[in-house]
């Protein structure tokens, strides 16, 4: 037993993280000496459906497989697809059988991240963003939620441990519990404590809704700190009526006392339809478990080739695949051993060559990929 629920890595790298039937299957290969060298592929949909989503979680598939005997070709980090494999893999089967759960968790949870979070900067593209939804998962994954989040082109993440491991700094300001710390009536108290405390590249940002009205609070805050940056606005939905004539409400009131330079920044259960409704009336988001709790992407893996010749169970598609990126932004998927489309762009790439990583994975680049492709794309969040 172990203090936290978290099945370690050691447990992943040896194939125990996974369902007991791939142990039966390989106990039954083994009795029987059956090893065929076979391909197999993660998909989602067989066919395009004009529905993209984000490819992530291609670094930890990678490292999965690293050391096998294996050859892996995928998709980029940040890629767009809607469609035939994101994921090939060549070699014995029992080389990879056991990995099948672990591999597909990998692409299936960072996949869906990296989508709600590309939904949410489409929504808002000339607006900061930034990722405040760890504190809704577990936090073994905090930074694959983190890095969805960067991947989609958010501007900031909140998890200190997160940004540890992507190296990446967290950015963050107060919380409510701050306020309420100092007692009833003593806001200006709390935030003049974080202005004097917090560092010098920290944003002065005063939440502004913890006792009184927005507005009450926004006009008290920018009176008492004098290098206020912005008021951050968290109201939650059961006081909130029309968070868009708050906000303005309380624009108007900083602009007449003065404080035009402090900006608005709006918290608190927003998504894409509430990002485009108010990115015209405020300077950020923070954007929590829309991001977080996104739903994983429907994943499988499936044999599609056994020693050469095609095969596959019913539903699938037989025979090894290429997908493509045409200049029109459509998506085609192909036999691998057949001819693409004229002016198609190849998407899956090699990722592992003999057990061996040929690839680098930075998140900066996967951004840029994920942005570009969706203009290419004409990726949309949804109303």
Same mark, same amino acid.
């Given at each position: 037993?172990t203090d936290?629920?978290?099945?370690?890595p050691?447990?992943?790298?040896?194939?125990?993280?996974?369902?007991a039937?791939?142990?039966?299957?390989?106990?039954?290969?083994?009795?029987?000496?059956?090893?065929?060298?076979?391909?197999a592929?993660v998909?989602?949909?067989?066919?395009?459906?004009?529905?993209f989503?984000?490819?992530?979680?291609v670094k930890?598939a990678?490292h999965?497989?690293?050391?096998?005997?294996?050859?892996?070709?995928?998709?980029?980090?940040?890629?767009?697809?809607?469609?035939g494999?994101?994921?090939?893999?060549?070699?014995?089967?029992?080389?990879?059988?056991?990995?099948?759960?672990?591999l597909?968790?990998f692409?299936?949870?960072?996949?869906g991240?990296?989508?709600?979070?590309?939904?949410a900067?489409r929504?808002?593209?000339?607006?900061?963003?930034?990722?405040?939804?760890a504190r809704?998962?577990?936090?073994?994954?905090a930074?694959?939620v983190?890095?969805?989040a960067?991947?989609a082109g958010?501007?900031?993440?909140?998890h200190?441990?997160a940004g540890?491991?992507l190296?990446?700094?967290?950015?963050?300001?107060?919380?409510?519990?701050l306020?309420?710390?100092?007692?009833r009536?003593?806001?200006?108290?709390?935030w003049q404590?974080?202005?004097?405390?917090?560092?010098?590249?920290?944003?002065?940002v005063a =939440?502004?809704? $913890?006792? #009184?009205d927005?507005? *009450?609070?926004?006009?008290?805050a920018a &009176?008492?700190?004098?290098? /206020? @940056?912005?008021?951050? =606005?968290?109201t $939650?939905? #059961?006081r909130?009526? *029309?968070?868009?004539?708050?906000?303005? &409400?309380?624009?108007?009131e /900083? @602009?007449?006392?003065?404080?035009?330079?402090?900006?608005?920044?709006?918290?608190?259960g927003?998504?894409?339809?509430?990002?485009?409704h108010?990115?015209?009336?405020?300077?950020?988001?923070?954007?929590?478990?829309?991001?977080?709790?996104a739903?994983?992407?429907?994943?499988?893996l499936?044999i599609v080739?056994?020693?050469?010749?095609?095969?596959?169970k019913?539903g699938?598609?037989s025979?090894?695949?290429?997908?493509?990126?045409?200049?029109?932004?459509?998506?085609h998927?192909?036999?691998?051993?057949?001819?693409g489309p004229?002016?198609?762009?190849?998407?899956?790439?090699?990722l592992?060559r003999d057990?061996?990583?040929?690839?680098e994975?930075?998140?900066?680049?996967?951004?840029?990929?994920?942005?570009?492709?969706?203009d290419?794309?004409?990726?949309?969040?949804?109303?």
């Amino acid at each position: 037993m172990t203090d936290f629920d978290i099945v370690p890595p050691a447990a992943i790298r040896e194939g125990r993280a996974t369902d007991a039937y791939f142990d039966r299957t390989v106990a039954a290969l083994d009795h029987e000496g059956v090893n065929p060298r076979v391909v197999a592929e993660v998909t989602a949909d067989q066919f395009p459906t004009g529905e993209f989503e984000v490819f992530a979680g291609v670094k930890d598939a990678a490292h999965l497989l690293e050391g096998h005997d294996v050859d892996v070709d995928a998709l980029r980090e940040g890629q767009l697809f809607d469609g035939g494999p994101v994921l090939r893999i060549e070699g014995s089967y029992r080389e990879f059988c056991v990995f099948e759960t672990a591999l597909l968790g990998f692409l299936s949870h960072a996949s869906g991240i990296a989508t709600n979070a590309l939904r949410a900067r489409r929504a808002a593209p000339e607006s900061l963003v930034l990722s405040f939804g760890a504190r809704h998962v577990h936090p073994s994954i905090a930074a694959v939620v983190e890095r969805g989040a960067l991947v989609a082109g958010l501007d900031g993440i909140s998890h200190v441990a997160a940004g540890d491991v992507l190296g990446r700094e967290a950015s963050g300001t107060m919380p409510h519990a701050l306020v309420i710390c100092f007692g009833r009536g003593n806001q200006e108290a709390a935030w003049q404590a974080f202005d004097e405390a917090a560092g010098p590249d920290v944003p002065r940002v005063a =939440l502004c809704d $913890t006792y #009184s009205d927005e507005k *009450d609070e926004s006009i008290r805050a920018a &009176e008492a700190v004098d290098a /206020l @940056d912005s008021v951050r =606005l968290d109201t $939650t939905g #059961s006081r909130r009526g *029309d968070f868009r004539h708050i906000i303005k &409400e309380v624009r108007w009131e /900083l @602009d007449a006392r003065g404080f035009e330079d402090v900006g608005i920044f709006a918290s608190g259960g927003l998504g894409p339809a509430e990002l485009r409704h108010l990115s015209d009336v405020v300077e950020g988001f923070g954007v929590g478990g829309y991001v977080s709790n996104a739903e994983p992407i429907d994943f499988a893996l499936d044999i599609v080739e056994v020693d050469g010749e095609p095969a596959a169970k019913r539903g699938k598609l037989s025979g090894a695949k290429q997908v493509y990126r045409t200049l029109d932004g459509g998506h085609h998927v192909g036999l691998a051993d057949r001819d693409g489309p004229v002016d198609g762009e190849e998407l899956l790439e090699p990722l592992v060559r003999d057990g061996e990583i040929v690839r680098e994975f930075d998140i900066d680049d996967a951004s840029e990929r994920a942005l570009t492709d969706a203009d290419r794309v004409d990726f949309a969040a949804p109303e």
